[in-house]
């Protein structure tokens, strides 16, 4: 079984400041982990993966995630938020060499004031 | 870059029509998916496909049915339209291994 955790409906920051967007997991086996982003009316949008190697994957857009084993985690961080990051974020998990179907998280509403 | 293509961005029909929802993927990809989005539920899985006429059912199946006879395209057919069917459809295509999805625009389909 497979599962994606993200803890925060939405998250609040100023521009100019980091940001970071939760995701947890559990999985049976090694993970293949992924960040998506969706503007209004859109579908969603591929950020960044992580597969195996290094726990710092950087992504399109500035964005990047960390890896975490030991916490099952994989939170999405840009280190200096703009007001066009204000998105949809959505945290998927499949398992390497299991089913072809990821398992998406709930989705993080980002919001960057000015 | 791969293109995933949904043949209608907004779409409105009645109660009770048979409604028909493409997706075109142009990347030779083996896998196809159909989600519906809803606020709060995120996204939903209603029909996988791994092949040409091959399809798996995902969570939410009943009232739906999917088509793909050719392997760039696969339909999503509701058999008899329900207002609690009004939602955003989403498609996306993937290949096989550690590959992201690819998404198309979504329909939005509303149901009067």
Known sequence: AQSVAQPEDQVNV???????????????????????????NR????????????NLVKGSY????????????????KPSALVSDSALYFCAVRVSGGSYIPTF?????LIVHP | DVKVTQSSRYLVKR?????????????????????RQDPGLGLRLIYFSYDVKMKEKGDI???YSVSREKKERFSLILESASTNQTSMYLCASSSEGYQPQHFGDGTRLSIL
Not at chain 1, 19 to 27: E, I, P, R
Not at chain 1, 62 to 77: C, D, I, P, V
Not at chain 2, 16 to 34: R, S, T, Y
């Open chain 1, 62 to 77: 500035g964005f990047e995630a960390e890896f975490n084993k030991s916490q099952t985690s994989f939170h999405l961080k």
């Open chain 2, 15 to 35: 109660t009770g029509e048979k409604v028909f929802l493409e997706c075109v993927q142009d990347m030779d990809h083996e896998n196809m998916f159909w989600y």
């Open chain 1, 14 to 40: 100023a521009e100019g400041n980091p940001l970071t967007v939760k995701c947890t997991y559990s999985v049976s086996g090694n993970p293949y982990l992924f960040w998506y982003v969706q503007y209004p």
């Open chain 1, 43 to 54: 579908g969603l949008q591929f950020l960044l993966k992580y597969i195996t190697g290094d």
């Open chain 1, 105 to 109: 998280g709930r989705g993080t509403s």
């Open chain 2, 61 to 63: 199946p009943e009232g």
